[in-house]
């Protein structure tokens, strides 16, 4: 019962990653798209296309990291002391950006201002995350007799981290320009078909990039994509990525298209997810330590379960609820003010 209540809780944390990502990824996008759109009627489009729903989206950050602390509290010992400094970066540019975003609406004069802190604090936000998962990936030193970190204070920051954290920047700015494109019309609409386009070939860029660089950082990453008959599962997942990517591009080119694109974008992040996914498992700290090293007790994991049994679903009626009351397109003069 410990092994299957250990797998569930790292696939209820994974799960509730994953949904941040894709809920909070697009609305980042757009805070950094803020910066090629300058006229003050389009950026009020563009925030009022999230404005019913972006604040609920940080509920899933905060269900991963207390699910982690509460679940695996050993990684969460060694990870947080690894990564204080993006992720207290992040959590920081992600206050700035919310209070920019309400901000802005209340003044005339200022309002240059906000929109540049708002898009400075998607853009450092989005930069943190990616950043704290580049760090995460390649490793982090640990000293296994004393339960604690045992790196420095800045081996997070790598070529390869950055990497990751450029690569995120590019991908959430797509998921931000194809959900313009299903939310809007006219001029701005086709901007941004054009742009998540390019967008789009640099997501692919960079996932070619990171997936070649990442079985080089460690050997249980080599082994498993590469080892043996590994290869294929790689090359299945290599595919899909690309199928996925081919259908997105083709819809962009369809006017009549405007959910798709985002549909696909989505389909291309969560599939990337999962390929991370396969590269950790079973590791929560890579390659040292173990879901079940850094299991809390039996005990506490079955209380916690009782509550995520309830409090998920509640979480994702509200989510899905909030999205389809405010379904469909918006239009000039319309939204918050």
Do not use: C
């Amino acid at each position: 019962m410990s092994l299957d209540l250990t797998v569930i809780w790292a696939f209820v944390i994974a799960f509730a990653v994953l949904v941040y990502v894709v809920l909070d990824g697009f609305d980042l996008g757009l805070g950094m798209l803020f910066a090629v759109e300058g006229d003050n009627e389009d950026r009020d489009i563009m925030m009022n296309s999230v404005a019913p729903v972006w604040d609920g989206n940080e509920t899933w950050l905060v269900l991963g990291g207390g699910g982690l602390f509460a679940a695996f509290p050993l990684a969460y010992a060694l990870i947080l002391p690894a990564l204080y400094v993006p992720i207290i970066v992040m959590l920081l540019a992600l206050i700035f950006r919310g209070v920019a975003f309400e901000f802005r609406w209340r003044t005339q004069r200022w309002r240059p201002v906000w929109d540049l802190a708002f898009i400075g604090g998607s853009t450092i936000a989005t930069l943190a995350q990616g950043i704290a998962l580049g760090g995460l990936l390649q490793g982090i030193t640990i000293d296994k007799a004393a339960r604690s970190y045992a790196g420095g204070w800045w081996d997070w920051l790598t070529p390869f981290s950055i990497t990751v954290g450029v690569a995120l920047t590019i991908g959430y700015m797509l998921l931000g320009a194809t959900w313009l494109v299903m939310k809007t019309n006219g001029p701005l609409q086709t901007r941004m078909r054009n742009r998540a386009w390019f967008l789009g070939l640099g997501t692919v860029a960079f996932i070619g990039i990171i997936s070649l660089w990442t079985p080089f950082l460690q050997d249980g990453y080599y082994s498993r994509w590469i080892g043996g008959w590994n290869i294929l599962l790689a090359i299945v997942v290599a595919g899909a990525v690309l199928l996925i990517a081919y259908g997105m591009f083709r819809t962009l080119q369809v006017r009549e298209h405007d959910y798709w694109p985002f549909v696909l974008a989505l389909a291309m992040f969560t599939l990337s997810f999962v390929g991370l996914g396969i590269s950790m498992f079973p590791y929560i700290v890579p390659v040292e330590v173990t879901i079940w090293e850094a299991a809390a007790p039996e005990n506490s994991q079955v209380f916690m379960l009782v509550g995520a049994t309830f409090l998920i679903p509640v979480i994702l009626a509200y989510t899905v609820y909030s999205y389809w009351v405010f379904r469909g397109k918006i239009h000039p003069g319309e939204g918050y003010h």
